[in-house]
C-alpha cells in the first residue's frame, strides 16, 4: 500500500544536541501530521500542517512542510531525556477517504 | 472524560484461536481506526470506518474482521487465518479525515 517514508529510522543523541527526522513522500500530501510514541505508549498528536511552505513552532519543536508538499520534517533543539521516543509524521485522508498513512518513524535515544 | 478505551492490555491467547479486542470512544468521532504495530515498526492500517454499519480493508486486512454496530464501538477480531498475530494493537478515531487522530492506550496480543 501507499506509504510514507521516514529519514533516519534511528537516531542516538547526546541531551543538548539537535535532532531532525524527515519524512518523504512519493506523491502530493493534502496535509501531513506528526505524532510521538514514547517507549511502551500510544502515538500522541503533535501538529498538523497544511499549506506548502508553512513552519510552525512548538517551544524547542520546529515543524516544516515543503513548498512541493512531499516532504516534511520535525527538528528539535538542544533535546532533552524527555524527547525520547519515535516519532511518526502521517498523512491524512483525502477526497472524503478517512484513512491515515503513518511513516515508518523515526526512533529517537537521548543519552544524558 | 473523554478518550478511547482499548481492553485488556495485555491479551494471551492458544494458537488457532479467534481473539476479539475491544474499543469504545465517547469522543462522538465518526471515524475509528485498528492499525497493528510490530516491535520497532511503524503502523500499518488494519482496517478504518467511517460511520455506523461501513468499514474499508486497510492494507493488512487478511485475518482480521470488524464490525461497527455503534458509533462508540469498533472490535476488533484476530482470526486463526492470521499466520502472525503477536502484535501490538492500536485502536483510533477522529472526527474527520483533516484531523487529529486519539489513540487508545493499546493491546498487547501474544499468540502462544
Known amino acids: 500500500g501507499q506509504q510514507v517514508m521516514q529519514i533516519p529510522q534511528y537516531q542516538h543523541v547526546q541531551e543538548g544536541e539537535d535532532f531532525t527526522t524527515y519524512c518523504n513522500s512519493s506523491t502530493t500530501l493534502s496535509n501531513i501530521q506528526w505524532y510521538k510514541q514514547r517507549p511502551g505508549g500510544h502515538p500522541v498528536f503533535l501538529i498538523q500542517l497544511v499549506k506548502s511552505g508553512e513552519v510552525k513552532k512548538q517551544k524547542r519543536l520546529t515543524f516544516q512542510f515543503g513548498e512541493a508538499k512531499k516532504n516534511s520534517s520535525l527538528h528539535i533543539t538542544a533535546t532533552q531525556t524527555t524527547d525520547v521516543g519515535t516519532y511518526f509524521c502521517?498523512?491524512?485522508?483525502?477526497?472524503?477517504?478517512?484513512?491515515?498513512?503513518f511513516g515508518t518513524g523515526t526512533r529517537l535515544k537521548v543519552l544524558a | 472524560d473523554g478518550g478511547i478505551t482499548q481492553s485488556p492490555k495485555y491479551l494471551f491467547r492458544k494458537e488457532g484461536q479467534n481473539v476479539t479486542l475491544s474499543c469504545e470512544q465517547n469522543?462522538?468521532?465518526?471515524?475509528m481506526y485498528w492499525y497493528r504495530q510490530d516491535p520497532g515498526q511503524g503502523l500499518r492500517l488494519i482496517y478504518y470506518?467511517?460511520?455506523?454499519?461501513?468499514?474499508q480493508k486497510g492494507d493488512i486486512a487478511e485475518g482480521y474482521s470488524v464490525s461497527r454496530e455503534k458509533k462508540e464501538s469498533f472490535p476488533l477480531t484476530v482470526t486463526s487465518a492470521q499466520k502472525n498475530p503477536t502484535a501490538f494493537y492500536l485502536c483510533?478515531?477522529?472526527?474527520?479525515?483533516?484531523?487529529?487522530?486519539?489513540f487508545g492506550q493499546g493491546t498487547r496480543l501474544t499468540v502462544v
Open positions: 483510533a478515531s477522529s472526527t474527520t479525515e483533516n484531523t487529529e487522530a486519539f
Open positions: 469522543l462522538n468521532h465518526d471515524a
Open positions: 470506518s467511517q460511520i455506523v454499519n461501513d468499514f
Open positions: 502521517a498523512q491524512g485522508g483525502t477526497s472524503g477517504t478517512y484513512k491515515y498513512i
